[in-house]
């Protein structure tokens, strides 16, 4: 479906824009328009307009506009990204205008709700509502679920998250919109469902539902997740990590497309929700221990667990002091009123900051003060174990999988270095949110102690499989530039985040950069699951995946640290190869 559109110059694109999606919809001036050009932990830049699209149709020929007048376009989504790729960075050779897809919501089960269409700005949490009534859950639970991310977004970076079982968010099925070289726009419709062959008849009828299953292409070979990643995840003696973000078999169209497309809508498989479940919490001084239980339930349980997330002891501190709000309001308001509050928040930083002698960081500093004056949040029984244990596991079993780990866990505590207690549901719902608010929690540090942390240097890294020594231990010449670490992740994936407070007047750049030629050295992969954003380089395999997706460079120019350039600074006669790293 080639479409073809000229506009003379881009001076009226911001009116065109407007006739499309509404004036209101339209945003321009930094006061308008910052929210949505910072990133949520680093990065941000100039643009031209934010763009909201309420519907398919508007969303296309949004971009349509905007490629034709030569403006660069990012795709936004709940912009909860983490490594600035949902935002400008710096500068680029065209204006920018940012998609924000947030208003384009619809969750549509399909196939009994075996599977489910996803529009491009609905979210984790609205898929998980729509699928509770039908006993099914959702292909992804990250951290970001209860912020607001997007089903899209997910797939766009190939976010991972907790779920043991289920790998990363990916499907080959997806209705995408993609910019050619030549300043064209292709609507592909790669969703396995007739729709038509007009554009927007094809938007249309989706956006209304106007399909029945009979529509819907089934037995292709096609998949709607990462199916195979069960069998990848306990294959615990290879040399190489279970997922990461540059992993060849995990990019395909829009997954891990990383917004070098304009992705419509996605195909996804839903799941079976798990009958009963238990939580362990499990404290060692001797992390080989933990590896020990990883590696008796990866290879021998019948059933993968639900989730195991790690935590260190210095998380768990900087969490409980600087993640207590972030608890409590989840807590307290739920999380669907969670994205209003950080709306809120933002409201307040943009106040502060027009205002003479308000210091940076106004919502930070105030929701840190009220903080201290609630009570304790967390429960006894998770304060005597990090008293007692340097190293933290929350692990959720479920169905089949719960006797073989009961007794595995009987066996081996209480242990010299370690020891378990099965959490009440209280317990395990606050060990989950302590666990997720550190995620939050160094920037907080950052914000409120910005006269002792230069910055915050974020490592999102996937170890081999069969890395045993697992826990980093760095260098005292390495450790002496650092004011605190957080290490948290997804355990049984081998999953870590890897929180760096770098010491005011240290180049965080230059000790992150030795941090990775030591990861280098232990054969990990990064980023894990964060995706490269601004942050990262992207490797050849993930850059070649880039050019592929759009020969013109016309959309998020720059991620991977890749050309900003139009035409990635070649020639448009030049041909681009797929191999091009
Ligand atoms: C507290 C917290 C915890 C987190 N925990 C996890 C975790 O456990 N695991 C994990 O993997 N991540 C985690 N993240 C990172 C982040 O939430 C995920 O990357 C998430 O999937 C991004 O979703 P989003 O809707 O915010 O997408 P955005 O940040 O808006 O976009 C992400 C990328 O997708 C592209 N994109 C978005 N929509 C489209 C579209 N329609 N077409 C084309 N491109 C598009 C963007 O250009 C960008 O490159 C966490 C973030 C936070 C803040």
Redo the contacts with the bound molecule.
């Keep these: 479906m080639p479409d073809t559109m000229s506009i003379a110059g881009s001076g009226d694109l911001i009116d065109r824009l407007r006739s499309v999606v509404g004036r209101r919809h339209v945003l321009t001036g930094r006061g308008q328009t910052a929210r949505y050009s910072t990133g949520?932990?680093s990065g941000g830049g100039d643009v031209a307009a934010v763009v909201r699209p309420g519907s398919l149709i508007e969303q296309w020929r949004a971009f349509r506009l905007c490629i034709a007048a030569d403006h660069i376009v990012?795709?936004?989504?709940?912009?909860?990204?983490?490594t600035g790729?949902?935002t400008p960075a710096g500068q680029y050779d065209r204006p920018v205008v940012i998609i924000s897809?947030l208003r384009v919501r619809g969750v549509l089960p399909i196939l009994d709700g075996t599977q489910v269409i996803c529009l491009?700005g609905s979210?984790l949490y609205e898929l998980e509502r729509r699928l509770a009534p039908l006993e099914r859950e959702p292909h992804s639970v990250?951290?970001?679920s209860c912020?607001?991310?997007?089903v899209?977004?997910?797939v766009?970076?190939n976010?991972?998250?907790?779920l043991v079982q289920r790998g990363p968010?990916y499907t080959e099925y997806a209705l995408?919109a993609q910019a050619q070289a030549d300043g064209t726009v292709v609507l592909r419709n790669h969703l396995g469902v007739e729709l038509g062959d007009r554009p927007e008849e094809v938007l249309e009828r989706l956006e209304a539902g106007n399909f029945s299953d009979a529509q819907v292409v089934t037995g292709q070979q096609a998949a709607s997740s990462a199916g195979s990643y069960g069998s990848v995840v306990r294959a615990i003696d290879e040399d190489s990590p279970a997922r990461f973000n540059a992993d060849p078999s995990r990019l395909f169209e829009?997954s891990g497309?990383?917004?070098k497309?304009?992705?419509?809508a996605v195909r996804l498989d839903t799941f079976p929700k798990a009958a009963r479940g238990t939580v362990y919490y499990i404290g060692t001084n001797d992390p080989a221990e933990l590896n020990v239980i990883r590696r008796r339930i990866l290879a021998d349980s019948p059933v993968l667990p639900v989730s195991g997330e790690y935590i260190h002891r210095e998380a768990f501190d900087i969490a409980e002091r600087y993640g207590k709000d972030t608890f409590a309001a989840i807590r307290l308001l739920g999380t669907d009123r969670l994205p209003l509050l950080f709306r809120v928040k933002d409201w307040i930083d943009r106040v502060g900051k027009a205002l003479p002698g308000v210091p940076r960081h106004l919502s930070d500093r105030l929701l840190q003060l009220t903080s201290a004056l609630l009570p304790s949040h967390l429960p006894q029984r998770l304060r005597e174990y990090r008293d007692r244990f340097e190293h933290h596991l929350i692990l959720k079993v479920a169905d089949e999988g719960m006797d073989f780990t009961r007794r595995l866990l009987a066996e081996r505590f209480p242990s010299a270095t370690g020891d378990v207690f099965e959490c009440t549901l209280g317990e395990a719902e606050s060990a989950m949110l302590h666990r997720?608010a550190v995620?939050?929690a160094a920037i907080r540090y950052r914000a409120v102690h910005d006269d002792q942390v230069e910055d915050v240097v974020a490592i999102d890294v996937a170890l081999r499989r069969n890395d045993e020594d697992w826990f980093e231990r760095l260098p005292e010449e390495l450790n002496r530039h650092i004011v605190a670490k957080l290490y948290y992740g997804?355990f049984f994936c081998h999953v870590f985040h890897q929180d760096y407070l770098i010491r005011k007047g240290v180049d965080p750049i230059a000790l992150e950069h030795r941090m990775l030629d030591l990861l280098d050295r232990r054969g990990a992969e990064y980023p894990a699951?964060?995706?490269v954003?601004h942050l990262y380089a992207a490797k050849p395999v993930l850059a070649a995946h880039y050019r592929k997706l759009d020969p013109g460079n016309r959309v998020?120019p720059g991620?991977g640290q890749l050309s900003r350039d139009r035409n990635w600074g070649q020639d448009a006669e030049s041909p681009i190869h797929d191999d091009d790293g």
């Design positions: 949520y932990r990012i795709v936004q989504a709940a912009n909860t990204g983490l790729g949902s897809t491009a979210t990250i951290g970001s912020i607001g991310a997007s899209v977004g997910g766009c970076n976010s991972g998250g907790a968010a995408y829009a497309s990383a917004g497309l304009m992705v419509l997720f995620a939050g997804h699951e964060h995706n954003g998020n991620i």
